[in-house]
């Protein structure tokens, strides 16, 4: 993300914490890298990945290539959360980079499974419940809630069920040949993500009632 909210309504990672992400964010401060640059190079990396996994029904190596991407464009994500803030580095625009790419990054990889399941619409389906569970969080945050980045298919969950689909979708091109992990990935986020938009909800809904 850009430059992140308030710590209230800041996405929980407890890999923010971790040597290997402080590391990270040391070296990036060391050059005149921006956060906001972080975000649009997230973009970039999910474009190529989505690239990747359309094309990999022909070449499933790229299978693979679509399995990192997701995890790089995850890494960017939070790394440019902790260049603003751990850094000191937030941009007028940061509110906008916080959430824009984000939604570009999920429509990308949801859309290009959707395709390279031979599902587009499935695929479509999937990025527009993505893009209303964030819109549900953020309404609850505009409510003056707490924002729910819950699940059981928030983001981060989404993007680990997508990257095992691409891992095990390669397998199964390789040793059979067959197409099936990639449908029945995407219905499994699909399915989760419109679980998650209902338990979100409802949880306004409660905070309503007892605010009243």
């Given at each position: 993300m850009g430059n992140e909210p308030p710590l209230a309504n800041r996405r929980p990672l407890k890999s923010r914490g971790t040597g290997w992400a402080r590391a990270a964010t040391s070296?990036?401060?060391r050059t005149r890298v921006?956060?906001?640059?972080?975000?649009?190079?997230?973009i970039l990396i999910s474009a190529g990945g989505a690239w990747?996994?359309?094309a990999a029904v022909a070449a499933p190596g790229l299978y693979l290539v679509g399995a990192l991407s997701i995890q790089l464009r995850l890494l960017s994500n939070m790394l440019d959360g902790l260049v603003a803030v751990e850094g000191g580095r937030k941009s007028a625009y940061g509110p906008l980079f916080n959430e824009v790419p984000d939604r570009i990054e999920d429509s990308l990889f949801?859309?290009?499974f959707g395709y390279a399941a031979g599902l587009a619409w499935l695929g479509l389906t999937a990025a527009l419940l993505a893009a209303i569970t964030a819109y549900v969080r953020a309404l609850g945050g505009t409510l003056g809630f707490p924002q729910d980045f819950g699940g059981p298919m928030a983001k981060p969950q989404r993007m680990a069920a997508l990257t095992l689909g691409a891992l095990a979708a390669f397998a199964e091109a390789v040793w059979t040949g067959t197409f099936y992990v990639l449908p029945v990935t995407l219905a499994i986020v699909t399915a989760g993500t419109l679980v998650t938009i209902v338990r979100r909800i409802l949880g306004i809904g409660r905070l309503?009632?007892?605010a009243s």
């Open positions: 070296l990036l401060l921006t956060p906001d640059q972080v975000s649009m190079l997230g990747a996994l359309v949801l859309i290009a309503l009632k007892a």
